[in-house]
């Protein structure tokens, strides 16, 4: 395996037989906007039979029905390309494509291209705003991968998956600049109700550095690390067992994984579009500018905190506050759960860290604990389904489906046990106890006196709780 140092000297490189591929990448991100598309090969990307153009506003059902369209008239030329049958009829539509394929195409290539008919949407617009957006970031991301040795040039993978945006979410599950999902975001990162570091940009980037030298190590080139880091290592491994060897190129025109798909086939070339052009965006999109880097103050929390607690106590916008804290989760503004202790909270420049000490020590007692707001859960029973449950606690199915990270609504099962938003607290009637509550934080998280669960359960003595006890509420 060759060390980062040597694969640095040339760390992307590109194939005489991908170049085709990438130049379609380059037209995707630079010349053709999210209201145009191509109607093109899927396996042969230089092959584009039309480019789209959708009216702005125009409705997601009418651009498909205009593609659906679309690949229907190509998808008959092309048959009828297959078929050899009355040649000297055919019109100039038939001729232009066949122009399209090297001349001596067979017939039965005509019949394959005609069922990998794909329409791809164009992506100009969207990443001329990335590359403005990518000035708040890219300064940090570089140093950040220098300081872990490796390439530079991987601070151009955002356009690719986020376009630069620390909000972005894929109908796939996939979070934030740097596109983790759940799953692996969790090897290098906090995900949970409280905290999703996902969504921050700079915690991202050093866990998006940390999964890209990792897959370097098991594949052994940048090339296959970046296609790892969307089909995944192992899935790159089988790929190199499958095809004999390392070489992205063959891998790409041959390995036919049942989970290698366009996406994964492409993210390689797709990159070294995305880098060329954030290397020379002149070249693409003329004299644009950078948005200036982000410049912050980090704090880290002593204890918890109400997010309102720290609002106050900083004299900050309540807006400006959140975009500088994306990983914090609804339950933190809700009041539901503190700002956890440890928390690196980010604040703006001009909070020096003796202003910072001083306001931090104004805050109120009453908007600070010792300990995190408790989870109020609810164990499913045979014949529970998750609207009933959500009926029962007065909130929507769609609340409940995303506090506990529910990807279908309807699969729940017996035992399982479930976190209730903290509306459900006002119609919650039984708590039970996790390790470390007192009776007192109970009380106070859930609205109701301790004086009240001590009658309600008869208890003989408030501090002897223990794990696992059922109080009642009501």
């Given at each position: 395996m060759?060390?980062?140092a ?7 490189p ?14 995707v ?10 109607i093109?090969?899927k396996?042969h990307?230089n092959i584009i ?23 229907a ?10 078929s050899?049958q009355?040649?000297r009829q055919r019109?100039y539509?038939?001729k232009?494509?066949k ?7 067979t017939?039965k290539t ?5 069922e990998?008919l794909r329409f791809q949407?164009g992506?100009?617009d969207r990443f001329k705003?990335g ?7 890219q300064?940090?991301?570089k140093r950040?991968?220098?300081?872990m ?10 356009h690719?998956?986020?376009s630069?945006r620390?909000d972005?979410k ?5 979070a934030?600049?740097?596109q ?5 975001g969790r090897?290098f990162?906090?995900?949970d ?12 980037t050093?866990?998006a550095?940390?999964l890209?030298?990792?897959?370097f190590?098991?594949t052994?080139?940048?090339?296959l690390a970046?296609t790892?880091y969307n089909?995944?290592a192992?899935g790159?491994?089988r ?6 060897g ?8 041959e390995?036919k ?12 070339n797709a ?5 060329e052009i ?7 999109f003329g ?7 982000v ?6 929390l002593?204890t918890y ?11 900050l916008?309540?807006?400006?506050f ?9 339950p933190?503004w809700?009041?539901?759960k503190?700002v956890p202790k ?28 010792t300990?995190q ?7 499913v029973k045979s ?5 009933a449950?959500?009926?029962k606690?007065?909130v929507?199915s769609r609340e409940?489906?995303?506090t506990n990270?529910?990807?279908s609504r309807h699969k729940?099962?017996?035992?399982q046990?479930?976190?209730?938003p903290?509306?459900?607290?006002k119609?919650?009637s039984?708590?039970?106890v996790?390790?470390?509550?007192v ?9 109701v006196?301790q004086m009240?669960?001590?009658r309600?359960?008869?208890?003989r ?5 223990y ?5 009642r509420l009501?």
């Amino acid at each position: 395996m060759p060390s980062m140092a040597v694969a640095n000297n040339n760390p992307f490189p590109l194939p005489a037989t991908l170049k085709a591929d990438v130049n379609f990448w380059t037209k995707v991100y630079s010349e053709v906007t999210t209201n145009e598309g191509f109607i093109h090969d899927k396996q042969h990307l230089n092959i584009i039979y039309t480019r789209l153009s959708f009216n702005p506003g125009t409705s997601r059902k009418a651009r498909q029905d205009s593609i659906d369209s679309k690949k229907a008239h190509y998808q008959k030329v092309l048959l009828e390309l297959a078929s050899h049958q009355h040649i000297r009829q055919r019109s100039y539509e038939h001729k232009r494509i066949k122009a399209l394929w090297p001349k001596g195409t067979t017939a039965k290539t005509f019949r394959d291209a005609a069922e990998n008919l794909r329409f791809q949407l164009g992506q100009a617009d969207r990443f001329k705003a990335g590359v403005i957006r990518s000035g708040r970031w890219q300064d940090f991301i570089k140093r950040e991968f220098k300081a872990m040795g490796i390439p530079l040039g991987l601070a151009s993978l955002p356009h690719v998956e986020s376009s630069f945006r620390p909000d972005a979410k894929s109908h796939a599950g996939a979070a934030g600049l740097w596109q983790f999902t759940r799953s692996t975001g969790r090897r290098f990162m906090r995900i949970d109700q409280v905290v999703d570091e996902r969504l921050d940009p700079y915690l991202a980037t050093h866990a998006a550095g940390l999964l890209l030298k990792d897959n370097f190590k098991k594949t052994g080139s940048w090339p296959l690390a970046l296609t790892a880091y969307n089909h995944g290592a192992r899935g790159v491994q089988r790929a190199v067992e499958a095809t004999g060897g390392p070489d992205i190129a063959k891998i790409v025109r041959e390995y036919k994984g049942r989970t290698f798909g366009f996406a994964s086939r492409n993210f390689y070339n797709a990159f070294v579009a995305a880098h060329e052009i954030d290397q020379n965006t002149a070249d693409y999109f003329g004299d644009i500018k950078r948005e200036s880097p982000v410049l912050l103050n980090e704090v880290t929390l002593p204890t918890y905190y109400t997010a309102q607690g720290l609002i106050q106590a900083f004299s900050l916008n309540n807006n400006i506050f959140k975009s500088l804290n994306p990983a914090l989760q609804s339950p933190v503004w809700a009041k539901n759960k503190y700002v956890p202790k440890g928390y690196s909270l980010r604040l703006p420049l001009n909070k020096q860290p003796k202003s910072v000490t001083r306001l931090m020590a104004s805050i109120p007692a009453s908007e600070q604990s010792t300990q995190q707001m408790p989870d109020v859960e609810y164990k499913v029973k045979s014949g529970d389904s998750l609207s009933a449950i959500a009926r029962k606690f007065n909130v929507s199915s769609r609340e409940l489906a995303v506090t506990n990270g529910l990807r279908s609504r309807h699969k729940i099962y017996i035992g399982q046990v479930l976190r209730l938003p903290i509306k459900a607290k006002k119609t919650l009637s039984v708590y039970r106890v996790k390790k470390g509550d007192v009776l007192s934080s109970i009380a106070r998280n859930l609205g109701v006196s301790q004086m009240e669960i001590v009658r309600l359960n008869r208890l003989r003595d408030k501090n002897q709780l223990y794990a696992g006890q059922k109080l009642r509420l009501k």
